[in-house]
């Protein structure tokens, strides 16, 4: 009696292919490039010691909760604002703007006041199409982060928000 052979088909192993797409996608991750989306343009100050500027050698806007702006302390409307700057910065181009947004304020109203800066600069320096924030005609808008802030305050005699 004669046994009968099984016959096998060839089959290609498969049990590491799982392996081999995962490296197929860490390689692709690694090697592809991501498009980067352009936010709002800040002109950052040149390369310098950092030093504080004094208070009364900026523009310091305060963007209170309820929507009310204070410039340099004064209660100001959100049109008064661009001459109020011009006649400032007019004087003195170096002149830094800070604006100040509290934490439970609308992120509106500093993009409004945001762009009435931006507004002012371009009509003040037209020639400015390009937006190269390595021009020197530029205003220098600053938004202080939460440590900046927070330091402020010590120095300015434990004065809180």
Known sequence: MRLQRKKEE???PTCSMADIAFLLIVL????????VSKGILFNLPKEAPATLARAE?????????DGAI??????MMIREIQEYVRNKVE???TKPVIIHC??????ANMVDVFDELKQLEFDMYPE?????PTN?????IAIPSRKEIEAWSELLGGVSE
């Open 91 to 93: 004087i003195n181009r």
């Open 10 to 12: 060839p089959e290609i």
């Open 102 to 107: 509290e934490p439970n304020a609308l992120y």
């Open 70 to 75: 204070l410039v340099d302390q004064k209660p």
């Open 128 to 132: 400015n199409r390009d937006d190269d």
């Open 136 to 140: 020197d005609k530029h205003i220098n």
């Open 57 to 65: 050698e900026a523009i310091y806007i305060h963007i209170l909760e």
């Open 28 to 35: 692709f991750m690694i090697t592809s490039t991501f498009a």
